[in-house]
Structure formats: structure tokens, C-alpha cells
T-cell receptor
Framework: GAVVSQHPSRVICKSGTSVKIECRSLDFQATTMFWYRQFPKQSLMLMATSNEGSKATYEQGVEKDKFLINHASLTLSTLTVTSAHPEDSSFYIC????????????FGPGTRLTVL | TQLLEQSPQFLSIQEGENLTVYCNSSSVFSSLQWYRQEPGEGPVLLVTVVTGGEVKKLKRLTFQFGDARKDSSLHITAAQPGDTGLYLCAGVISNFGNEKLTFGTGTRLTIIP
């Protein structure tokens, strides 16, 4: 199957700083990537859909100025958590859709963000 | 907002026993997927069911999609410790060629050796 990587896997930052998370499709091109958020012992919640070359589509209740998404190439999408606060601490997971695999989404290993 | 409720939320059983996890919604989905997630990792796709009433088997796991495409079940036969994990169902919503996943509430399964 297709491989999706995320970097970093873990990040700890101080409140008020910004953190960038990268999501890469390693062996396929992804016109669409998705960003999810998962709180401890909870399910995944879709935050936004990232389309290469266009603006991301955010789900209801997700602040687009808080969570900046850039999908500059067919293999890379970035999520920047701006002015992070402790309540932003979570597990962030991206997925990438490979149209050659019947629209299946392949998930990255996740990034654990801890804001102090 | 489409909600997918899974039951039970937590399940702890002895190795060798059988179990069933349910995924229910009031919404109709074009297809439904089941994932397993290990701690600190992303979810891994187990199966996709597309047709109402469809049954798919993956070794000891049997997946069924409801006739109305609103619900699904996962049955595990003779559970093993390696089956331990978070099981997530996800409904697929198609919108003008764009597909989004709505994840269920999750079932945390622990198999006791």
C-alpha cells in the first residue's frame, strides 16, 4: 500500500508559539490530503480537507486562522498551529488520497503535540 | 453532522471468545470502512463495504454492511491478544467527487491472554 509520513512525530512547545506539522505522500501523488485531530481516548475528527493548489476547506467549528493549511505540492501538505495553547494539545493525523487506489485514504502515523 | 455511534465503547474479553462491535447511524453512507488503530499510530484500513447487505471476511473478522447502508457490524471469532486495539468505523460521504470520512466513536478492545 501507499505510505504517508508525518514530521515531527512528537513536538513540545511553549504556549504562544507556532508549530508546523508536515504530511508527505512518499510513493504516490495526492491531490487531496485530510487533517484530523484526535483527543485521548476519542475518535478522529476531520479538521480540514487540503487540496493541492487551492485553499483548504475547513469543517464547521475549526478556525482557519488558527490552523493554517498549505498544500504546495502533490506530495506535501503542512498544518501550522498558530499561537498554540494547552487546549491545542492533541494527536494530529493526516491522510492522503490516492486516486489510483479507488479513492482510498492512507493515514500517516500521527503527530503528538503538547503545548505547555 | 452525521454521527456514527459505536457500541460497546470498551470491551475486555478472554482469548478465544467471540465478540461483535456495532456501528450505527441515522445517515446513509455510500460505503463504510473499518479501521484498527494502535496507540500512537495512525489508523489502518481493514475493509471497505459498499453494497447494502454485503458481508466480507478477513480471516477471523467478519464485516457486514446493513441493508439500508446506515449501520455495520464487525464480528471477531476466537479473539487473540493481537486483536487488541481501537476499532473505528468510518462512513464515506461522496460530494461531487470529493469523499470525506466521518469516524465513529470507537471501540477499545482488549483481549486478555
Amino acid at each position: 500500500g501507499a505510505v504517508v509520513s508525518q514530521h515531527p512525530s512528537r513536538v513540545i512547545c511553549k504556549s504562544g508559539t507556532s508549530v508546523k506539522i508536515e504530511c508527505r505522500s512518499l510513493d504516490f501523488q495526492a491531490t487531496t490530503m485530510f487533517w484530523y485531530r484526535q483527543f485521548p481516548k476519542q475518535s478522529l475528527m476531520l479538521m480540514a480537507t487540503s487540496n493541492e493548489g487551492s485553499k483548504a476547506t475547513y469543517e464547521q467549528g475549526v478556525e482557519k486562522d488558527k490552523f493554517l493549511i498549505n498544500h504546495a505540492s502533490l506530495t506535501l501538505s503542512t498544518l501550522t498551529v498558530t499561537s498554540a495553547h494547552p487546549e491545542d494539545s492533541s494527536f494530529y493525523i493526516c491522510s492522503a488520497r490516492d486516486l489510483g487506489w479507488y479513492n482510498e485514504q492512507f493515514f500517516g502515523p500521527g503527530t503528538r503535540l503538547t503545548v505547555l | 453532522t452525521q454521527l456514527l455511534e459505536q457500541s460497546p465503547q470498551f470491551l475486555s474479553i478472554q482469548e478465544g471468545e467471540n465478540l461483535t462491535v456495532y456501528c450505527n447511524s441515522s445517515s446513509v453512507f455510500s460505503s463504510l470502512q473499518w479501521y484498527r488503530q494502535e496507540p500512537g499510530e495512525g489508523p489502518v484500513l481493514l475493509v471497505t463495504v459498499v453494497t447494502g447487505g454485503e458481508v466480507k471476511k478477513l480471516k477471523r473478522l467478519t464485516f457486514q454492511f446493513g441493508d439500508a447502508r446506515k449501520d455495520s457490524s464487525l464480528h471477531i471469532t476466537a479473539a487473540q491478544p493481537g486483536d487488541t486495539g481501537l476499532y473505528l468505523c468510518a462512513g464515506v460521504i461522496s460530494n461531487f467527487g470529493n469523499e470525506k470520512l466521518t469516524f465513529g466513536t470507537g471501540t477499545r478492545l482488549t483481549i486478555i491472554p
